[in-house]
């Protein structure tokens, strides 16, 4: 993949001691420093969310006035859109925070507000809800190095079917096209399924412009 970053230059920068996830996003044509497994999993969402174009982690630090004191602040991630820009903080349990961090982020919520932006929470629930995340980790992590021509192939083959399908009978059309190309078509929209139920072979797929 394009982009590798330097781990051990990254691991300078964090911090030693700190447990360091290091997630390959294809948006960022880089590696992602995450702190946890939900922010790696946070990210598979935004590589899936079309609007959004890039992202980073640990940006910039907020300086935040609480109770007459400086307090400084620094979001998890900062995602650009296509529309808007965002920063989020990921939390498994907001409701579990202490009351320290409770005021934290409303004061980054306030500032960012007052500079046209906005802060938002996202927690287990959200990162994690039933079956969609294992099927998009599956789906993404499965559908590196597909080449234009791979790619191209495979859209010619999308374009000639009739829906609905199922993945088994996707995977086995003679026209040979690679697992990989499918999960990728599958990632990016191009097909569609039901993501409340897990993925499996007998699992019905539509084309974008199919009804269910």
């Not at 009978?169 to 990728?184: C, F, G, K």
Request: charged share 25%.
């Amino acid at each position: 993949m394009e982009g590798h970053i330097q781990v051990r230059k990254l691991a300078q920068r964090e911090g030693y001691g700190k447990h360091l996830l290091f997630f390959p996003s294809r948006k960022n044509h880089t590696q992602v420093v995450c702190h946890s497994t939900l922010e790696s999993d946070y990210c598979v969402h935004l590589e899936y969310d079309p609007r959004v174009i890039q992202y980073v982690s640990q940006p910039r630090e907020l300086q935040l006035l609480i109770n007459n004191r400086q307090r400084r602040y620094r979001p998890d991630f900062k995602v650009e859109t296509s529309e808007l820009c965002y920063y989020t903080e990921v939390k498994v349990n907001f409701s579990e925070l202490s009351s320290r961090w409770i005021t934290t982020l409303h004061a980054a919520q306030e500032t960012l507000h007052r500079q046209g932006l906005q802060l938002v929470l996202a927690d287990l629930p959200y990162i994690r809800p039933a079956e969609r995340l294992r099927n998009l980790k599956f789906l993404y992590f499965h559908s590196f190095n597909v080449c234009p021509d791979e790619f191209g192939g495979c859209l010619r083959l999308l374009s000639t079917l009739h829906y609905p399908i199922s993945l088994r009978q996707l995977l086995m059309h003679p026209s040979q096209v690679r697992e990989r190309a499918i999960y990728r078509a599958l990632f990016e929209r191009l097909l569609n399924f039901d993501h409340s139920q897990r993925l499996t072979l007998d699992t019905p797929i539509w084309g974008v412009r199919d009804e269910h």
